[in-house]
């Protein structure tokens, strides 16, 4: 990441960073030696790698307060997916794994007075947290006629998280 500091025409300090991100996919159905092969309608390969500012938005399963922030925070992901439609379009789904980081994060802690009420917020120390996850998505047409359809589906999903709090050792 890159953070910087200018100064504009009218003398004021102002701030840029740069966020990257990349994403690929490769439709491998499309392919010749695939075309031929009734089964297989669509079969895509694709990855994504980012790194963006961190907005507040963990995953549901870490329970977190939503006032996790610090201005540099910021999220890396690397994502990497399997999209497939078979038997003509009658049974498709997703395979995902993914890679989440937050670093550079503070979680603020309320001070509270006599009343047990919240006077100030002490930031806390910097800490990161790294999720890996599996999210699998199967769906099937089981009866397709003129008025009445059959479709079932199935989501299976593994994550994994960690917050690592000796950032600076």
């Known amino acids: 990441r890159e953070k910087k500091k200018n100064i504009s025409s009218t003398g004021e300090m102002f701030s840029y960073k740069v966020y990257p991100s990349v994403g690929v996919a490769?439709?491998?159905?499309?392919?010749?030696?695939?075309?031929?092969?009734?089964?297989i309608k669509h079969i895509k390969l694709r990855g994504s790698y980012s790194k963006?500012?961190?907005?507040?938005?963990?995953?549901?399963?870490?329970?977190?307060?939503t006032n996790v922030f610090n201005e540099d925070a910021v999220v890396e992901s690397f994502d990497l997916g399997l999209d497939f439609?078979?038997?003509?379009?009658?049974?498709?789904?997703?395979?995902?794994?993914?890679?989440k980081n937050v670093y550079d994060?503070?979680?603020?802690?309320?001070?509270?007075?006599?009343?047990?009420?919240?006077?100030?917020?002490?930031?806390?120390?910097?800490?990161?947290?790294m999720q890996e996850g599996l999210e699998i998505a199967i769906n099937g047409i089981l009866v397709q006629r003129n008025n009445f359809n059959w479709n079932?589906?199935?989501?299976?999903?593994?994550?994994?998280?960690?917050?690592?709090?000796?950032?600076?050792e």
Request: charged fraction near 15%; charge should be negative; include cysteine.
């Open 26 to 39: 490769w439709i491998i159905s499309n392919e010749s030696y695939l075309k031929d092969i009734s089964a």
């Open 52 to 65: 963006s500012p961190e907005n507040n938005t963990f995953s549901s399963a870490v329970i977190l307060s």
């Open 85 to 99: 439609g078979l038997i003509g379009g009658r049974l498709n789904g997703s395979i995902d794994y993914y890679i």
């Open 105 to 129: 994060c503070v979680y603020p802690f309320p001070f509270k007075d006599e009343n047990n009420s919240v006077t100030a917020i002490i930031p806390g120390s910097p800490f990161s947290l």
């Open 152 to 168: 079932i589906g199935a989501n299976f999903t593994w994550q994994s998280s960690k917050i690592d709090l000796n950032m600076n």
